[in-house]
């Protein structure tokens, strides 16, 4: 693996691998990369800006600082002139996350690798991996799994990422999301949250992206709650054996119950801890220098 730009350039093996890496880094295996790594993030971040970083440490990867507000990007300096300079100076690896679709296309030419963070409302691959851990250490297996996908569908590259994902590894997909923000291109049935929640084995919930709905009017948070939310009386309804994601930051009392963020069938702050270890895989895939 050269870099990661969508989760659908990745082949069943390629998921397999990177998942089952991350669990062994879990178990404790310890792998050393030499190099520099940099976070770009033209976007606000907690999860992934920090678990990149504490992936590259815990690999023992030097990172170099790199703040937009304080960068020549104040300046006007593009996201190609921004790369190829740190690309000169002796980088080896970028992971950056942007507001704009497809950013990577514009940085084919780099020689170094680029790890997409997160691009608009197209893919979020490292959010997507970690996911499929946290199933896959749940379930042992994707294979008729049945998920569903619940909120902002259209706005959200988690949900973009995750339907190619675990449709590719055998799960079953639904989604269930208000008509403004179902996204048709994706070819998974819609359905009423009410009419599944009794048989998912995963409830995957998804923030409402207030920043992607340029103003218009959307939900009122009660409305959405009630009509789409994960409230206590579905959390009763969910199998025992059913786990709740929501890749965070957290609306709470919107897509979720408060109190249901921490409850028994959620694995919200289990994601969170996955991410590291997944994103220690990803980096071992891509910089492939074997263990040293
Ligand atoms: N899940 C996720 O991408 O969170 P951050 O925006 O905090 O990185």
Known sequence: MKQLHSIDDLSVDDLMNIINLAIEFKQ????????????LFFENSTR????FEMAERRLGMDVIPFETSTSSVAKGETLYDTCKTLE??????????HPDNAYYEQLQTLTIPVINAGDGSGQHPSQCLLDLMTIY???GTFKDL????CGDIINSRVARSNVTALTKLGADVKLAAPKEWQDTSLEVEYVAIDDVIKDIDVCMLLRIQHERHDGAKTFEKSHYHIEYGLTGERYDELKDSAIIMHPAPVNRGVEIDS????ASKSRIFKQMENGVFTRMSIL???LNKGEK
């Open 28 to 39: 404790g295996k310890e792998v050393k990369h030499k190099g520099y790594a940099v976070n």
């Open 48 to 51: 992934t800006k920090c678990s």
């Open 88 to 97: 000169s100076i002796g980088v080896d690896v970028l992971v950056i996350r």
């Open 137 to 139: 250490e749940e379930y």
């Open 146 to 149: 049945k998920v569903l996908i």
């Open 259 to 262: 109190e249901l963020v921490e």
């Open 284 to 286: 071992s895939h891509i």
